[in-house]
Nanobody, 124 residues
């Protein structure tokens, strides 16, 4: 069983930055690099939406249009951790952010394991 634990959320003013981390455990150490990782978010009353994804080796990355140029996804396979650096945050980025592991893609269907989420609140 895979466990994903997010951290790094919090309250920040518009224009500020946060760095989210997601640590994976529960599987053979070397297998983390066999899976794509993604970040999704869910605001109150809205469906969970794609934010960013990174391929197994970290070469390929994709982003939601509204976060391009502001967010950066990265991974450290040696630490079994994926990151989401969020700069120039806007109030509309406010949501619970989830990391996920799976085959990849831009929808929730491509991911089998999910973390519990971390709250990001951006004040105006």
């Amino acid at each position: 069983q895979v466990q994903l634990v997010e951290s790094g959320g919090g309250l920040v003013q518009a224009g500020g930055s946060l760095r989210l981390s997601c640590a994976a455990s529960g599987r053979a150490f070397s297998s983390f690099s066999s899976y794509a990782m993604g970040w999704f978010r869910q605001a109150p009353g809205k469906e969970r939406e794609f934010v960013a994804t990174i391929s197994r080796g970290g070469i390929s990355r994709s982003y939601k249009d509204s976060v391009k140029g502001r967010f950066t996804i990265s991974r450290d396979n040696a630490k079994r951790t994926v990151y989401l650096q969020m700069n120039s945050l806007k109030p509309e980025d406010t949501a619970v952010y989830y990391c996920a592991e799976g085959s990849g893609g831009l929808t929730t269907h491509g991911y089998d394991y999910w973390g519990q989420g971390t709250q990001v609140t951006v004040s105006s």
